[in-house]
Nanobody, 118 residues
Framework: QVQVVESGGGLVQPGGSLRLSCVVSGVSIRRYAVSWYRQGSGKERDLVGA???????NYADSVKGRFTITRDNAINTVYLQMNNLKPEDTAVYYC????????????WGQGTQVIVSS
């Protein structure tokens, strides 16, 4: 019943910006921690950043200062604002919503492709 859908990916030039959205359906994300991951071609899926229940965030060193995660609990949406994009940011970006109150179950979206290239 829980569904996670990412959107907003696309092709952007180096130095450009992009905002990804993660919409979680079937639950209120007030009870979920929501994280962003990314996976480059042939690489493992790595954590980009996470939004806690209280709105606190943390980021991987590779994106710190460039990426920002925000949460809008009213519409069950979490955003990943990506600024000053670099070619090495090219990846499929995934959203993960985890129930941290009881089951600890987590749910993945299908991913959205981000390509940073001139």
């Amino acid at each position: 019943q829980v569904q996670v859908v990412e959107s907003g990916g696309g092709l952007v030039q180096p130095g450009g910006s992009l905002r990804l959205s993660c919409v979680v359906s079937g639950v209120s994300i007030r009870r979920y921690a929501v994280s962003w991951y990314r996976q480059g071609s042939g690489k493992e899926r790595d954590l980009v950043g996470a939004a806690t229940l209280g709105g606190s965030t943390n980021y991987a060193d590779s994106v710190k200062g460039r990426f920002t995660i925000t949460r809008d609990n009213a519409i069950n949406t979490v955003y990943l604002q990506m600024n000053n994009l670099k070619p090495e940011d090219t990846a499929v970006y995934y959203c993960n919503a985890r129930n941290v109150y009881d089951t600890n179950n987590d749910y993945w979206g299908q991913g959205t492709q981000v390509i940073v290239s001139s």
